[in-house]
């Protein structure tokens, strides 16, 4: 057999189990005990410093250097004490990834270990490699990190690690995080406002963020079997195994030793760092998992997954495994995704989301829904845009993912409610009446309670007390699409409370002015609602008769960044400047260039140096074959059919692998970025990868399983 993969199938089968021990037998014992977080700072700052970090925590309020100095000291302790030798401010650039520059506490100097205030606080990482989209070439070649207070510091592989954004010299944001930090004042300006039509006691709004985040796990020596899988994070050939999700008994089925091992291990290591991560199962894709922890505030729910896909990555090497959270490593099967619970919380603890006992909270709920259906129906373009990768694509609209249309599911009882509240204009409100009742709005709790209708095709669905953004993939960082629906949310939060102001002003009584407001949004937004199966061509067909977009290819999807619409919504909330949104449409369109022109590459390769030459080998030995029978004077006719059809599909690898190779050179020659992504995706990705992939998966059904040089599926999705 081919040597790589046969020594990988050797290794797999040697593998010893890794022992598993936690710190201590309760979690609670260990949960946080590699976090500085608040209850650290309070436990370690004076009173009149600790006041000044929470101002900032909570107000966004400068730290002046005397209080950064304290902090510092009181880190510096904390981190001494626990073996900790370096420190680094740990960042989100516009890579997906995270990043780091590690210093050390030792001053060679002064013979000791120091910490300053300002190197807590801000650092100038040489960063001149990250992208930038234009913005640091436009102006100035720095960029700077500075401390966000509001995201505890943890110790992460002996480390102190300071969370904070990165920044260009003048200002712009060059990472994920300073965006969904701005998005954040937005959606609380405009939540506060409508909120105190309810209660005057309410002074600030917070999103929450839960996130269950999908991935794959398959054995290292598989993994490193396949240069695809290396290269590209997915595997571009490979035949389907004869079983895969057919018999459904993967998802909720009991989880394999090393996977559980692994599990166990990277839980520990997530309650260390104060992750609260509660939930596992497997998937429903055969080698599939998830992960959720129980949501957060959501910048530091954002964080947390950032950290736990990181602090993954590193637990599974210790177990000989390889976790793979790119949205269609195999296909065929299910993808990976990122389920995003999203909700809102008052400082009051309501739950804005939440339908309750009081007929005026309902109003209220209903209030946040309708604004928040109406947002996605206005916005469903930058949605679109906000979850668009090369890697996305593979998935959605695909073996069960959601459809690249975006919709919103609500359920049977809302949707009963919404309709009704819609047809009940002419309601009328006698002295005395019970409006919530004539309205019907003020039993929404059981029903919904008892609603377990649960649709698990749709992209964007309310699921009880939070809203459920399920098309994110599942190795992208949410800030993204997690700041752009605070953004929307808090733009048709403000347009509605204007409108709401207006029929106040012409004399309606509040409560009426809400409804009627309410009514003429579920109208407007009604076309974005849908029930049904997503998955199904039905929903195509119906969603473009209703006008709904459906943009399948990342370029496309893009487009909407360089529409005025857009800059001047960003721009009014706050959140990104004109350059910025276009910095960020250029970095996402060359994302997903390269990421094409890697596996269009790798595929290349694969096919010329591996799978053609190991066809030809086998074609030999069935000419021979065929010669011998012949000689003998017996029927050849089966080895000649076969030879025949390896002939068909070597031949058809080789002019497909050239004219993709010329098609990638004509289109790097393109200066116009959106030509060249939108070349990429037709004139190579569209037009040569499920050809190519097609011959190569044919030949590895005819060329004996001995010489075949590539890990099969079956092989990597079914071996542990
Ligand atoms: P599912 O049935 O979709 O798996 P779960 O109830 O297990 O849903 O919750 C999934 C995620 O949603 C968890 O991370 C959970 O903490 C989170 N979640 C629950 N309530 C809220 C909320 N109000 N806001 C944000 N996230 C929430
Ligand atoms: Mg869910």
């Known amino acids: 057999m081919a040597t790589l993969r046969q020594q990988a199938l050797t290794m797999v089968q040697g593998r010893p189990r890794v022992q598993v021990t936690p710190p201590a037998p309760k979690i609670s014992d260990f949960f946080g005990t590699n976090v500085f977080g608040i209850s650290q700072m309070k436990q370690s700052l004076a009173p009149s410093v600790f006041k000044k970090v929470m101002e900032a925590v909570d107000k966004g309020s400068k730290i002046d250097v005397a209080t950064a100095e304290e902090v510092a000291s009181a880190v510096k302790t904390w981190a001494l004490s626990k073996g900790v030798t370096h420190y680094t401010h740990w960042f989100q650039p516009l890579t997906g990834s995270t990043a780091e520059k590690h210093d050390s506490f030792f001053d060679a100097h002064a013979g000791l270990e120091k910490f300053k205030g300002s190197a807590l ?80 006691n309410v002074r600030k709004v917070s999103p929450s963020l839960g996130v269950e985040q999908e991935y794959f796990v398959i054995d290292k020596a598989l993994y490193s079997a396949r240069p695809d899988l290396v290269m590209a994070g997915r595997s571009v050939f490979g035949h389907n195994p004869a079983r895969g999700q057919q018999l459904e008994d993967h998802y909720f089925g009991s989880i394999p030793t090393r996977v559980k091992d692994f599990m166990m291990d990277f839980e520990i290591e997530a309650h260390k760092l104060g992750i609260p991560v509660s939930t596992r199962h497997n998937e429903v894709a055969p080698g599939q998992f998830e992960v959720a922890p129980v949501f957060e ?38 993808g990976s995704g990122k389920h995003n619970n999203w909700s809102l919380i008052t400082d009051t603890g309501i739950n804005l989301f939440q ?54 599911f609500l359920g049977e009882t809302l949707t009963a409610i919404l309709d009704e509240l819609e047809k009940n204009g002419n309601i009328k409100i006698e002295k005395g009446d019970n409006m919530y009742m004539k309205l019907g709005i003020s039993k929404i709790p059981e029903i919904i309670l008892d609603n377990t209708d649960r649709n698990r095709t749709s992209p964007f669905a309310f699921t009880g007390n939070k809203f459920e953004f399920r098309a994110v993939g599942s190795s992208a960082n949410c800030a993204g699409p997690m700041a752009t629906l605070n953004v929307i949310v808090a733009e048709a939060l403000k347009t509605m409370a204007k409108d709401i102001e207006k029929e106040i002003e012409s004399g309606k009584e509040k409560k009426l002015a809400i409804v009627n407001v309410l009514r003429k949004y579920i109208k407007d937004s009604k076309k974005v609602r849908f029930e049904g199966d997503g998955y199904s061509e039905e929903w195509e067909k119906e969603a473009a008769k209703r006008g709904l977009s459906n943009l399948k290819s990342t370029p496309e999807a893009l487009d909407v960044y360089s529409k005025k619409s857009t800059k ?46 190991t066809a030809i080998l086998y074609q030999n030995k069935l000419i021979e074959n065929a010669n011998g029978l012949k000689g003998l004077g017996l029927d050849h006719s089966a080895a000649v059919e076969t030879i025949k059809e390896v002939s068909k599909h070597i031949e058809s690898l080789k002019s497909n692998v050239t004219a993709m190779t010329e098609a990638r050179k004509q289109l790097n020659k393109e200066d116009d970025i959106v030509k060249r992504a939108k070349g990429y995706q037709t004139d190579v990705k569209e037009a040569y990868f499920e050809k190519i992939r097609y011959a190569v998966d044919k030949l590895e059904l005819l060329v004996d399983d001995e010489s075949w040089p590539l890990v099969k599926y079956r092989e990597m999705l079914f071996i542990r």
Not at 152 to 166: A, G, R, S, V
Not at 310 to 315: L, S
């Open 297 to 334: 505030e959501i910048n530091k729910a954002v964080d947390h997954n950032q950290l736990l896909m990181d602090m993954m990555e590193k637990v599974a090497e210790k177990h000989g495994l390889k976790v793979l959270f790119h949205e269609k490593p195999f296909a065929g099967v299910n």
């Open 121 to 200: 606080v801000q650092q100038e990482p040489d960063a001149s490699s990250f992208p930038n989209g234009g913005i640091r070439s436009t102006f100035e070649a720095r960029g700077y990190t500075a401390w966000d207070p509001s995201s505890p510091i943890f110790i992460f592989d002996k480390t102190l690690c300071i969370p904070t954004i990165f920044v260009s010299y003048t200002g712009e944001a060059l990472d994920y995080k300073t965006p969904l930090l701005k998005s954040l004042e937005a959606i609380n300006d405009a939540a506060v406002q409508i909120c105190q039509l309810f209660d005057r």
């Open 355 to 408: 339908p309750s006992n009081s007929a005026r909270e309902n109003l209220q709920f209903l209030t946040f829904l309708v604004a928040t259906v109406k947002a996605v129906y206005d916005n469903s373009d930058l949605l679109r845009a906000s979850i668009a990768s090369a890697g996305n694509d593979f998935r959605l609209g695909a073996n069960e993912a959601p459809p690249a249309i975006i919709s919103v």
């Open 568 to 613: 001047e919504l960003f721009a009014k909330h706050n959140v990104m400047n004109d350059l910025e949104v276009h910095a960020r449409h250029e970095i996402m369109l060359e994302n997903f260039i390269k990421k094409v022109q890697i596996e269009s590459r790798v595929m290349g390769d694969l096919a010329l140096n591996h799978v053609i030459p």
